[in-house]
């Protein structure tokens, strides 16, 4: 009873009333609880599917459940948004699983068993993959607008060279900042608009975050991926100071478990599986 009555808060207090007043089709963010790692499920406006990462190995069975759960049968584009353990691991389970017809990455390597299990599964799936190329245009739905804003390049670091994403419906905007740090940030917010309603925090909520990127960002809520008990310290302190100063409400999936967004590109609810964390400040 407690978590509906949250939840009824939110939606009274926190969203314009009349959300679905038009007759535009809903699209749903799913920022899944995967534990430490990223995982997030896009369902367009169209229908289609998105899957951006998949969280650690040990998080692919439970993926793969929620997948079914939301009625997935496929998967029209999945974005591995750099090869690190924590961002690809589940999606070998889900690749087993579901078809899937068409796999964006950074195109960098990793020297771990993990990504080995990756690349092999792609193969025997015979999974088409291309390297995501900043400043072009994802054609997926034609009723969202897709951006990738940082990916490969020159740069050495996978985190450095996360693919990041900015989707856009209407007047909804959702930011997908991967592992990327103040260096990427900083050329990002240089060259691109990245205003947002709905900002993913970059790497666990980790290393970036800046005020003066925040400022820009100007989102109304923030999601945080990582697990309590991470042995990273994620989220520092001042990644939750900044996000508090600017009033900008905060869920993790530490502590809200799944978070869904649903818009129809003018307004949008936040539906948190367990209350959402608004302490601003610790």
Not at 156 to 184: G, H, P, R, T, W
Request: proline letters at 4%.
């Amino acid at each position: 009873m407690k978590r509906w009555i949250s939840f009824l808060f939110i939606l009274i207090f926190v969203f314009p009333a009349g959300i679905y007043a038009d007759s535009n089709p809903p699209m749903r963010v799913h920022f899944i609880d995967v534990g430490h790692g990223d995982s997030v499920l896009i369902e367009t406006p169209k229908g289609q599917s998105i899957l951006i990462d998949g969280g650690q190995p040990d998080a692919g069975p439970k993926l793969v459940e929620y997948l079914k759960q939301t009625n997935v049968e496929e998967i029209d584009l999945m974005v591995a948004t750099h090869p690190h353990f924590d961002h690809i691991g589940g999606l070998i389970e889900v690749m087993k699983n579901f078809p899937v017809k068409q796999l964006i990455d950074n195109g960098r390597a990793d020297s771990t068993r993990t990504y080995a299990a990756y690349l092999w599964v792609i193969l025997r799936e015979e999974i088409p993959v291309k390297t995501a190329k900043e400043k072009e245009r994802l054609q997926l739905d034609d009723k969202l607008d897709i951006q990738v804003l940082n990916a490969g390049g020159d740069i050495e670091s996978n985190n450095q060279s996360s693919v990041v994403l900015k989707v856009s419906y209407d007047e909804i905007d959702f930011l997908f900042m991967s592992d990327v740090e103040a260096e990427q940030e900083e050329d990002i917010r240089r060259k691109y608009d990245v205003e947002a309603e709905i900002f993913k925090a970059a790497h666990h909520g980790f290393s970036s975050s800046s005020m003066k990127f925040l400022k820009e960002v100007n989102s109304q809520a923030a999601v945080i991926t990582y697990s309590q008990a991470n042995g990273y310290g994620n989220p520092e302190d001042r990644v939750i100071k900044n996000l508090g100063k600017l009033k900008t409400q905060i869920y993790s999936t530490a502590k809200s478990g799944n978070v869904v967004v649903e818009t129809n590109g003018k307004e949008y609810s936040v539906m948190p599986e367990f209350e959402p964390w608004i302490e601003m400040e610790r």
